[in-house]
């Protein structure tokens, strides 16, 4: 597995660069152009959820101790598992689906079609089970009671959220503000001064320093989260291209590594500061950041069930608010139910929408010739 995820990362970052190449001036807009500012939002949002607030103070002792981590700092290792190079799978998919997709439809086609759906309703359920699982790690003493009925108000907001692309962009927008007020109070809490965040940011240059190193899996662990990457790539890809405001794709490029970099980048100098330092955040600070994660959680599944939802014609117009609701709800909440019950990983999402890149990038060079006489 891990052999195909290499190759597949190489393909797909030298991708990346073919099109920056090729198509570097091109401008690029979506069905509903949004300002930089929005779009970034509702990407940051869509595309990350809990486990970038809670998992840093807990990975980073690993990373310290385990010797397939030693060439860099740990600051270095959690960025490169969420920052910068990943964030080309997005460019990627957002490229596609602005400039690839009208002209050759092939997510039309029923195969691609439905792969892409079931995949989507899979890795939206999927999330909301790793949540429901890692729930007694984030809130200490959580009855099973509390935590699934946490889950099921989770579940039931972010599908009312999806009834109105509206309410989605709200709470996009809302919840980054709300994660800059986080780092904020969390950098405030623990007495960090200008020097030493300056210290403490230097580990980032770690990271840079091995870029390399990144693009291969380098543990099981790392493999899990590139296969997570890989899993939600098409789908963030397919909901934010809508969103993309006439920018040239050098632009986008330098957006999607960028952008979401810095704030990602700015949380984990402050949490690894805490960590240096050994400093134990209180329950009150505790229960901010799983508050602020679990918006993040609702954002993730909003976007995921109105791109589905709209895919398969079961929207709001097609079955009536009320029918959407329950409908969306059942069926979420059901499947991360009986997720308890299969062994299914996302190993194995990641490895459907690996094959899915594949069958794509046969068909667009079988096209080729339809692709470029249509400009």
């Avoid at 609702?298 to 079955?319: A, F, G, Q």
Wanted: contains cysteine.
């Amino acid at each position: 597995m891990n052999l195909i995820l290499t190759v597949a990362m190489a393909i797909t970052l030298a991708t990346g660069v073919v099109i920056l190449l090729r198509f570097g001036q091109t401008r690029l807009k979506g069905e509903e152009p949004q300002v930089l500012t929005t779009f970034m939002a509702i990407l940051f949002t869509s595309g990350l959820d809990v486990g970038l607030i809670m998992f840093p103070l807990t990975e980073f002792p690993v990373y310290e101790a385990e010797a397939e981590y030693s060439f860099t700092n740990a600051l270095a290792i959690e960025f490169g598992f969420w920052g910068f190079l990943i964030w080309a799978f997005y460019f990627l998919t957002t490229f596609y689906f602005c400039a690839v997709e009208p002209k050759l439809k092939l997510f039309e086609l029923w195969p691609i079609r439905w792969i892409n759906n079931l995949t989507i309703i899979a890795t939206c359920a999927f999330t909301g089970f790793l949540f429901l699982s890692y729930l007694p790690t984030y809130i200490d003493g959580i009855s099973d009671l509390a935590r699934y009925g946490l889950v099921a108000l989770v579940v039931l907001i972010a599908v009312c959220s999806s009834t109105d692309i509206r309410y989605v962009k709200w709470l996009s927008v809302g919840s980054t503000v709300l994660f800059f007020a986080l780092i904020a109070l969390v950098w405030t809490i623990s007495g960090l001064s200008t020097t030493e965040w300056l210290t403490t940011s230097s580990n980032l240059g770690g990271y840079f320093a091995n870029l390399p190193k990144f693009i291969a899996p380098l543990t099981d662990y790392h493999a899990f989260y590139l296969f997570w990457w890989f899993a939600w790539s098409i789908m963030i890809g397919q909901f934010v291209a809508r969103f993309v405001g006439g920018w040239k794709v050098w632009h986008l490029l330098i957006a999607l590594l960028v952008i979401p970099s810095l704030p990602i980048a700015l949380w984990f100098c402050v949490l690894f500061f805490v960590h240096s330092e050994g400093l134990v955040l209180s329950s009150q600070i505790r229960f901010v950041m799983v508050t602020v994660g679990v918006i993040f959680v609702i954002n993730s599944l909003d976007s995921l069930t109105r791109l589905y939802s709209e895919n398969l014609n079961l929207t709001v117009p097609k079955l009536g608010l009320n029918r959407y609701i329950v409908t969306h709800w059942l069926l979420l909440f059901g499947l991360i139910l009986l997720y308890q019950l299969t062994p299914l990983k996302i190993e194995w999402i990641g490895l459907v929408v690996i094959g899915l890149y594949g069958c794509i990038y046969t068909l667009v060079f079988r096209r080729r010739a339809d692709l470029l006489s249509s400009g």
